[in-house]
């Protein structure tokens, strides 16, 4: 199936209609036997066509061993209240993706011992022994849809907003170079080196993600740091930007990243719209965690 969004620019005239013919001339191209799924957006202020998401196609029984992989992962994290370190798996997993290389990123490669030794996955150990009943029951679920899946229900578990999950990640068998994780104690050009130039997203998404520190807290003996950022980090919600701009408190925490959220006039605007509208937050995380966990993925 091909969906086509024309979206009327500034241009027009004849250079558009030569895109129209080219878009039509690539449409005519379309192998429709392959049964995928393709995202196409076009604009005509563009120089070319964006072709966004191609997802792969994957069976009936791979739809069904995800749903009921949904529904055991759901139990397990409400019994367990282990929500934070399952989205820290999530996220670990798939930020390590580097655009230029086109390495790293949510291709289950933390199933590696190499790529869990990394400093900054300090504990994700714990995740894996908690998930490993699990996952011996549904061995056909590559572990990187796997280990996205379960960052995708710790959010959802916790009251947060539903992120869309498209399976179909292969597992690959080369872990990333440590080092291309942001660092906590660092400024905002690391942020954007890392989030912006390394893997490809923007500054909304930046702070998006960062609100999902609502969730869970610092252990000392894992990164330095000590405290949850919320009085009740297995809720997810918009606490975290509303205790960021209310300053220090007793018992609980601020990272110099997150303080610097503050500094920076691009990003404290996104604080500020977020800790005023826990719906627009929601809805701007969601397809933030969404593009964090699809980086490298499906790309046509």
Known sequence: MLLCVWRRGNGGGFGSVLMARSFMSLLGRVDYGARK????AVNQGWKG????KNYPTVSEEYLKAIDKCKRKLRGLIAEKNCAPIMLRLAWHSAGTFDQCSRTGGPFGTMRFKEELAHAANNGLDIALRLLAPIREQFPTISHADFYQLA???AVEVTGGPDVPFHPGRPDKEEPPVEGRLPAATKGPDHLRDVFIKQMGLTDLDI???SGGHTLGRCHPERSGFDGPW???PLIF???YFKELLSGDKEGLLQLPSDKNLLLDAKFRRFVEKYAEDEDAFFADYAVAHQK???LGFADA
């Open 49 to 52: 066509v964006k072709m966004v």
């Open 37 to 40: 799924v393709m995202v196409v």
């Open 237 to 239: 919600d918009n606490s």
């Open 207 to 209: 702070v998006a993600l």
């Open 292 to 294: 964090l966990s699809e």
């Open 230 to 232: 919320t009085s009740n």
């Open 151 to 153: 960052g995708v229900v």
